[in-house]
């Protein structure tokens, strides 16, 4: 099929991006960046929208950078800017490691890290990785500019806190402590596929012990999040295999699984059990 007519509208600046969405968005007016979700949603009439807002012309949304504090990744920056470190430490090597489980690579040299966030995908390695690191999302309209902190952001499925004429223009993630260490996990079906469970970890060590451990799951539930009973269960403890299962059971058990004609709850259960417990292993190296 072929997408339903549309007008297309190509800003240049953020000012004028926004003013065009708080005249268009209430007559169904849709945001164009990379295209990658919208566009096939579209070609099948599962969105028809009369108004595109395309902002790939707009120059101060092709930046990512960062202020030693905060890694600001812009509007229009394609997942494949991530395939080499966009940053020293930590960070950049598990962005870098995490962008190459999204999708297949033509679309990664398309898409963009806020479109990803913006479409709310439960299965969005971005939106995992916003949660478990406590990204702010900074939204534009007309009436000014506002962050929302990323445990508040996602409300549902492919649902999110921005308004209908906001733009998202900017994602920041905090910069961890240089010792910080990192793991990630997902399982698909088929190498590209959409993840039926992922989870990315971070903890440091303190004398042996990990200290501000980090559990997030994505793919398993309506929104990824952050669970703080696995947490809980490695906080204080030495990293091993005791440690790793006890963590990874209480992940299984405090999540509201999706079920759909592939899984059952017990099967989203055994699959965040595995891919938490092999994140957390991949973190101790």
Request: hydrophobic content about 45%; charged content about 25%.
């Amino acid at each position: 099929m072929k997408p339903a007519p549309f007008v297309r509208h190509v800003p240049t600046t953020v000012e004028e991006a926004v003013k065009l969405l708080g005249k268009l968005a209430s007559s169904d007016g849709r945001v164009l960046a990379g295209g990658q979700s919208l566009v096939p949603i579209m070609a099948f009439r599962l969105a028809k929208p009369a108004h595109l807002v395309d902002i790939n012309e707009i120059e101060e949304l092709r930046h990512i950078g960062s202020d030693g504090k905060v890694l600001a990744i812009s509007a229009c920056v394609r997942h494949a800017a991530f395939h080499q470190p966009v940053v020293a430490g930590p960070l950049g090597a598990i962005l870098s490691f995490v962008a190459r489980h999204i999708a297949h690579y033509p679309i990664r040299t398309r898409g963009t890290f806020c479109g990803s966030i913006a479409h709310a995908d439960p299965s969005s390695e971005w939106c995992l990785t916003a949660v478990t690191l406590d990204a702010a999302m900074v939204a534009r309209s007309v009436r000014g500019e506002r962050s929302i902190p990323a445990k508040n952001f996602f409300a549902g499925l492919m649902t999110t806190e921005l308004a209908e004429d906001e733009l998202l223009t900017q994602v920041r993630i905090p910069l961890p402590p240089p010792d910080t260490r990192f793991g990630f996990n997902e399982f698909s079906r088929r190498a590209g596929d959409f993840a039926m469970g992922a989870a990315l970890v971070s903890y440091r060590l303190d004398n042996g012990r990990i200290a501000d451990p980090r559990v997030g799951v994505g793919g398993a539930e309506a929104s990824p999040r952050r669970l703080v009973e696995a947490e809980k269960a490695l906080a204080g403890e030495q990293p091993g295999d005791h440690a790793f299962r006890r963590a990874a059971e209480a992940a299984a058990q405090a999540i509201d699984p999706l079920e759909d004609h592939q899984t059952n709850a017990d099967y989203r259960r055994d699959l965040v059990r595995a891919v938490v417990r092999r994140a957390l292993e991949m973190a101790a190296g």
